[in-house]
């Protein structure tokens, strides 16, 4: 059992409430926010808060508040960070589970999952959602630094969507397999201008078919 918890690791957080908390979390925001800026990285928003919009200007906190919000607060940050460091795209939205009464109902900041304690070995699961954009190479990286952080993140479930295949410039025509550079021929197969060489290819070989790139995962 010892040895499992070594592997599991708590993500440190700072044991503050009510108002030390707010400079604590937006701190934590501008962090976030100016290291994405640097990255390159797309946030959801000029000023996202990273499921922590409902707590972010405000003065008091419902009963129950803490230590959830800056323990799921540390752990955001933790998960954020290892996000940045695999140099994704986009993040397109995080979510985490409702604590208080002060967590509105119908908002994208949460999801519908609650944390869960293993009686084995005692370690307590809090459930996260984060949606980002990124080339499967990059998600490769991110799972495996998932696997590796000492601080035991599971990846419970992995959703891809392909990206949408980028559409064609007005009067765009696309090449013609096997000829660089050459562009398909007119519509009903007319002939090439006079004085024009048709391209370049077996005697009595029809026109292939134009090609296209596909985007397989973004």
């Known amino acids: 059992v010892n040895g499992v918890k070594d592997c599991f690791a708590p993500v440190p957080f700072e044991k503050v409430a009510d108002k030390d908390f707010t400079v604590l979390l937006q701190n934590t925001i501008?962090?976030?926010?100016?290291?994405?800026?640097?990255?390159?990285?797309?946030?959801?928003?000029?000023?996202?808060?990273?499921?922590f919009k409902a707590q972010k200007n405000a003065l008091t906190f419902a009963p129950g508040s803490f230590p959830m919000l800056p323990v799921?607060?540390?752990?955001?940050k933790a998960i954020?960070?290892?996000i940045y460091d695999t140099k994704i795209n986009r993040i397109t939205n995080i979510r985490r589970m409702r604590v208080t009464t002060d967590d509105p109902a119908g908002s994208t900041d949460y999801h519908d999952y609650s944390t869960r304690t293993n009686t084995?070995?005692?370690?307590?699961?809090n459930?996260?959602?984060?949606?980002v954009h990124s080339?499967?190479?990059?998600?490769?990286?991110?799972i495996e630094s998932l696997y590796k952080s000492k601080h035991g993140f599971i990846l419970k479930s992995l959703h891809v969507e392909p990206a949408p295949e980028a559409p064609m410039a007005q009067g765009q025509q696309p090449p013609v397999r096997g000829n660089p550079g050459a562009v398909a021929p007119p519509p009903g197969g007319a002939n090439p201008?006079?004085?024009?060489?048709?391209p370049p290819g077996p005697a009595g070989a029809r026109a292939a078919r134009p090609e296209?790139?596909?985007?397989?995962?973004?």
């Open 212 to 218: 296209t790139l596909k985007t397989v995962l973004n």
């Open 80 to 82: 954020t960070e290892l």
């Open 72 to 76: 799921q607060l540390a752990e955001i």
């Open 135 to 142: 080339f499967s190479g990059d998600l490769g990286k991110l």
């Open 120 to 125: 084995f070995t005692q370690t307590v699961s």
């Open 30 to 51: 501008v962090d976030l926010q100016k290291r994405a800026q640097q990255m390159g990285i797309e946030l959801p928003e000029r000023d996202y808060a990273f499921s």
């Open 127 to 131: 459930p996260y959602q984060f949606e």
């Open 193 to 198: 201008p006079p004085g024009q060489r048709p």
